[in-house]
């Protein structure tokens, strides 16, 4: 199969069952707020819509137009994060202002953003390489500029997705080693600091470390998605038949949605999730490695990075392998936004994507009859 098909079906799975997902985590806590059972999967069939739609603009864009406007794609990314600071303008849930709420729908600046900033560093990279510190300081200021602003919502979660696929994308880009080295100690340094400097954070590792000494309140929504996964077993309790969506679970449509995916599909359900991510993931590589130039390398190595890396901390989150922070699931949690930005980045990978056998022999007879017809 085709590493083009092989995106666009793995793209579209994931949103499915995202959406068949959402309606089981959600009709309860949705019928009794709202009234309406199916208030969260409309919204996200809503978003789906509108990802088709940006997937389509994805693919037909062209790398060319991304490099000859990669300053003004930072720079709307930017906005997007800061705007959400004026007073107004910012949706605050919480104690975090992540949110720009249009009416007919919320964006959520960051997930815009980080995309945005792979754009950018993917066209200033292949013409700038990163190979000595004077040619670093650019990316990096403007990549360390978006971890502050995204920090500043608070979204430790999102930060670190960039901070990641920045230290990925300036290694591929051709940063030196000892750079590299460098890198990894300042993040070691800073990721400790961030967290004492909120005490919610130091209460989170406290959890993280021992959920049951806390049982009522930071421990909470860990020992629910632990309960969640256990109960699901090897197969799981059924579809539709969860029983921590009842209220026990918080945000069991949103960031914890794999611990509904694990009670009621089980162990396979989970590995068959799993399996389609690592899918779209190993043909996001393989795209990377064929693409024709480094733009086009570096814009699909940074893609990928950001679902992988994404994927990972959500399911190291809800399974209790790392401290609890909110993080959606790609293509699968709750979030209208979210949905459209990363099927826009399936469309991107999808036009990056090398054509199959077929393509090329009747792209090559088109060439050569046009040739003929010059020349007759």
């Not at 049982?215 to 309790?237: D, R, T």
């Amino acid at each position: 199969m085709a590493l083009k098909r092989r995106v666009i079906l793995s793209t579209l799975v994931l949103a499915t069952l995202g959406m068949i997902m959402i309606y089981s985590a959600s009709s309860y806590s949705a019928e009794l707020h709202t009234g309406d059972a199916f208030f969260y999967v409309k919204k996200q069939a809503l978003g789906f819509i509108a990802g088709l739609v940006t997937m389509l603009l994805g693919y037909k864009v062209k790398v060319e137009w991304l490099s000859k406007f990669k300053w003004a794609i930072y720079a709307v990314s930017m906005v997007l994060l800061l705007i959400l600071f004026i007073p107004g303008v910012g949706q605050s849930s919480y104690g975090a202002t992540r949110w720009i709420n249009l009416g007919f729908i919320t964006l959520q600046s960051s997930e815009i953003a980080k995309f945005g900033l792979v754009i950018f560093l993917a066209c200033y990279l292949a013409d700038h390489p990163p190979t000595t510190i004077k040619k670093l300081i650019i990316p990096v200021i403007c990549g360390m500029a978006m971890c502050v602003a995204v920090m500043l919502e608070p979204n430790m979660s999102i930060t670190i997705v960039i901070g990641a696929s920045l230290m990925v994308m300036l290694y591929l880009g051709g940063m030196q080693r000892k750079h590299i080295v460098v890198g990894i100690v300042l993040v070691a340094i800073a990721l400790p600091l961030l967290i004492l400097l909120e005490p919610y954070r130091i209460k989170r590792l406290v959890a993280f470390v021992d959920p049951w000494a806390n049982p009522k309140g930071e421990g909470y929504q860990l020992i629910q998605s632990y309960y969640a996964l256990g109960s699901g077993g090897v197969f799981g309790v059924g579809l539709f038949n969860s029983r921590q969506k009842y209220l026990y679970l918080p945000f069991a449509e949103s960031d914890f949605i794999f611990s509904v995916i694990g009670e009621e599909l089980g162990l396979v359900g989970c590995v068959c999730v799993l399996t389609v991510f690592l899918v779209l993931i190993v043909s996001g590589v393989k795209i990377a490695i064929k693409a024709d130039g480094n733009k086009e390398r570096l814009l699909a190595a940074g893609i990928t990075t950001v679902i992988a890396i994404q994927t990972l901390l959500n399911v190291a989150v809800v399974s209790g392998s790392v401290p609890p922070t909110g993080v959606p699931l790609p293509y699968v949690s709750a979030g209208g936004s979210s949905l459209m930005v990363f099927m826009f980045a399936s469309g991107i990978l999808c036009k990056l994507a090398p054509q199959d056998n077929k393509a090329q022999i009747m792209l090559f007879h088109k060439k050569i009859n046009r040739k003929i017809k010059i020349h007759a």
